[in-house]
Each structure stands twice: as C-alpha cells, then as structure tokens.
C-alpha cells in the first residue's frame, strides 16, 4: 500500500509552509505530496495568508524534491483553459525529472469561482468541458515530435498547435479522475483514468463506487481497470488525548472523524487502511489539514507507513 500526504493549502499555508511539509514527506518515505487546486477557504478558519496557485507551488516544489511525486488531487477544469494547463502540466513534469501525476475533476466550489471572476457554468457543461479537457490534454501530450494537434469540440477549438513542450512521461503524466458519481464518473475514469480517487467515504460507499468503474471498464472493453485509490482525512494519536488534541486544532470530532476518516491509534490506522486494501486501494491518501505539525507526518511516517 502506496501512502500519499495530501494537503489543503486554502485553508491557510504560505509557500514555506507547503514546502516544508513536501520536504517531510519525502524525508519521512512517503510516496508523495498533493495538494488542492482551490482559491477560497472553507469553513470557520483564517485561510491566511490567501490562496497559492497550485501550478506554480507544484512547479517550485519540483526543484526542491528529487524522489516524491507531486500532484493535485483535483486540478479544476473551470480554471483553466486546456491548452495553457496542458503547457503548465508538462513543464512541471521536466522540472520534476517525471514525478507528476495529473488529478482533474469538474470543479464544484461555486463561491471560489465567484471571488476571482471565474465563468461556473451548470453541472452538466462542467462534465462536458472536463472530457474535452481530457481529449485534449492527452492529445496534445502524446502528439508525435514535430506533428501538430487540432481539435474542435462545444466548448474549445485548437487549430495547428506545435504541441509543445512535451512532458517527460511518454504519453503524459499518469491522470487521475475521482468523484462518487454513479454515471458520468465511472465512464470517464474507465476512458481516461490510470487511477480512480474515491475521496472522504466510508470503507462500504467506497468499493461501491470501485465497483462501479469496475463495471464501467468492462462495459467499455478496458481490459484493466484504472488503479484504484481513497482519499480520508487523517488523525492520529499515540493516546486518546493526542487524537482528541489533533482533532481540536482541525476543528473536528473524533467520533466523527473515526466514522468518515481515519483517526485514532496507529494500530487503527493500520486497521482501517487494511480494509481499504481488501477492497483493491493500492494507495491511500492522507489528508493532512494541520499543515503545521510535523510531528503528525512523523508519527504517521514510523508507525502507521511502516506496517502497510
């Protein structure tokens, strides 16, 4: 089992602050840092000192990391026009030595799109405008050397492009697409995906939606199905009062948070990753909401990362 620390830096992180906990993370052996690509806090938190762009964070992490891998878990369509992030992706990609993997989704945070004058169109044109962004950041990335790439599709148009630069990776960095849709979701994973990301659901609601892209895949005549993997957020304690002490610093519960994440001992971590396991995850992703204690990543490092 793949262990990933996964972060949100809207929530209140500077630049330092995520490079040191990118720098723990690959110290402490974990097989990678993530973060969030939002623009506005959520929640009764400071979100101080503002925003980072996750591009450019992921961009200037590369160069201070050599082993990690880095990635966003979700970059938002809506963000974005598709040839300028297909530019941006693979750039990061050569800074990094080929250390990216590409999580997209719809985008879903309405008040986000509000703040910066972002267009946040209906639910369904989002899915839309995600699957045109998939045809055509695979096309560009996989378009032979010296070839160009065109495409003509609802919602965007590319004529003639050089498609250029490459990333390291033949064929693009490995995509990852998550959700809980019963429908769409499991069609694009199945299409798309090299990894599909159930995040924040309970062991039971996750292997339905892995059976789901399961499904899709056959259906599809996808002979192997993406690697599967679940996002939880993450609170552990050598004791109760750590546990509960790490809870009141996230602003949670720990009842709650044993239900719907993963929280208590190490051994029930351990635990409940396992069930996880059982179900086909071969990676989990921790989320890691208080950016600031260390101690956290590495008491997860040398008693939860070494027994899975």
């Known amino acids: 089992m793949r262990l990933r620390i996964f972060t949100e830096p809207q929530q209140g992180a500077s630049y330092e602050t995520q490079l040191a906990v990118a720098k723990a993370t690959e110290d402490l052996g974990f097989d990678a840092f993530f973060r969030s690509d939002h623009f506005v806090k959520m929640g009764d938190v ?7 762009d996750s591009w450019i964070t992921l961009g200037a992490l590369a160069r201070e990391t050599s082993r990690i891998r880095l990635g966003t878990l979700v970059t ?20 990094s030595g080929g250390r990216v993997d590409f999580g997209i989704g ?14 946040f169109p209906g639910l369904g044109e989002r899915f839309e405008r995600m699957e045109e962004q998939l045809r055509i950041l695979t096309g560009l990335w996989r378009t032979p050397a010296g070839e160009t790439f065109a495409f003509s599709g609802g919602h965007y148009t590319l ?20 959700g809980f849709g019963a429908k769409r979701t499991p069609r694009l994973a199945a299409a798309y995906a090299d ?18 892209v399961r499904a899709a895949c056959a259906e599809a005549g996808r002979e192997r199905p ?24 996230i602003g949670r519960q720990v009842p709650e948070l044993r239900e719907n994440g ?7 971590l351990v635990d409940k990753i396992g069930e996880f396991g059982r179900l086909g995850a071969e990676c989990v992703y921790l989320q890691v909401l208080d950016m600031h204690d260390l101690d956290h990543l590495e008491l997860l490092a040398s008693e939860v990362l070494s027994k899975v």
Not at 79 to 89: C, E, K, Q, T, W
Not at 168 to 174: D, I, N, S
Not at 195 to 212: K, L, S
Request: proline share 12%.
């Open 195 to 212: 990894e599909y990301n159930v995040p924040f659901h309970q062991v039971e609601d996750t292997g339905a939606a892995f059976e789901r």
């Open 46 to 52: 400071a979100g101080e000192p503002g925003p980072t």
């Open 226 to 249: 993406p690697v599967l993997s679940a996002a939880q957020v993450v609170c552990c304690g050598r004791d109760e009062a750590e546990v509960e002490r790490r809870a009141d610093a």
């Open 76 to 95: 938002a369509a809506t963000f974005r026009h598709p040839g300028p992030l297909a530019i941006a992706v693979a750039q990061v990609d050569q800074m």
């Open 262 to 268: 993963l929280a208590g001992t190490p051994g029930e």
């Open 159 to 178: 004529a003639e492009s050089p498609a250029l630069p490459k990333p390291v990776q033949a064929g693009g960095p490995p995509i990852i697409i998550g």
């Open 106 to 119: 719809t985008g879903w945070f309405e008040e986000e799109h509000t703040a910066y004058g972002i267009p």
